[in-house]
């Protein structure tokens, strides 16, 4: 049987040789740090909400589409926990693994349910948008690290914003049953996606190095604002999300996410394969 499968080999690449001069380059700032965590805890918590669309997805192309949309984004929470884990000697699987709800960095965006699939493509409409905006933008960082993880992420993200509106488009334009679905997943997302553009202190701290969220809400307004038209959807009015995950105040969803996730590395720490 193995020759018919060939030798199957664990990729054992070094995350910090995925990175050119990764090794050379100085530690993170406690600052550039957290920075690095709301990057990628918000790309890890989304890739964990869309790796339960594998093998439940409407279509088998969805089941490959949204995996590898799962697997863009992992790669860019590895980058960047990696990078965020240098302050403190912290490995990006400590990061992702053992730390309890608090110490998360995620927007409430990313933390909502899957719902139905017109409500996963309402989120990822939003996510995908916002995350062109600012992997573009943050390809100018003045700290190479996070330059370098957004000059490989815009491409990415680039290919998940299209996914995102190609499918709005279709369920919006399809049955009234879809168009029905679709609007209500954008009336249900639509409050979280606020947070998303705030200016928290943080910001002020890193001139140069982080995007201040409030200058990508124009861009990601106008990206917007062509889907809509051509859907023939509105902009929900009204009820707009507290939030607080940049200062790891969660919504109620988070706690499931994490336990789901990390359940196999607490009851095994340590263990290898």
Known sequence: MSDLHGDVTVDELRLADELTGADAAPPASADVAEYALWLGDDALILSQQLAGWIAHAPELEE??????????????????????????????????????EPD???????????????????????????????????????????????????????????????WTLRLAGGTEESRARMIRAIGDIWPYGDELFRDEALIERLPGIAVRPSTLRPGFDAVIAAVFAEAELEVPQGFVSSGGGRRGIHSPHLGFILAEMQVLARQHPGATW
């Open 63 to 100: 089941d490959v589409a949204l995996g590898n949309i799962a697997l863009d984004l992992l790669g860019h929470a590895r980058s960047l926990l990696h990078y965020s884990g240098t302050a403190d000697g912290r490995s990006e699987d400590d990061l992702a693994y053992f730390r309890g």
């Open 104 to 166: 998360f960095r995620s927007a409430w965006l990313m933390e909502q349910p899957n719902g139905d699939f017109a409500q996963t493509i309402a989120r990822q409409l939003v996510a995908a948008t916002f995350m062109f905006e600012l992997h573009t933008a943050l390809q100018d960082s003045t700290d190479p690290t996070l330059a370098a993880v957004a000059a490989k992420a815009v491409k990415e993200v680039d290919y998940h914003r299209d996914h995102a509106i190609q």
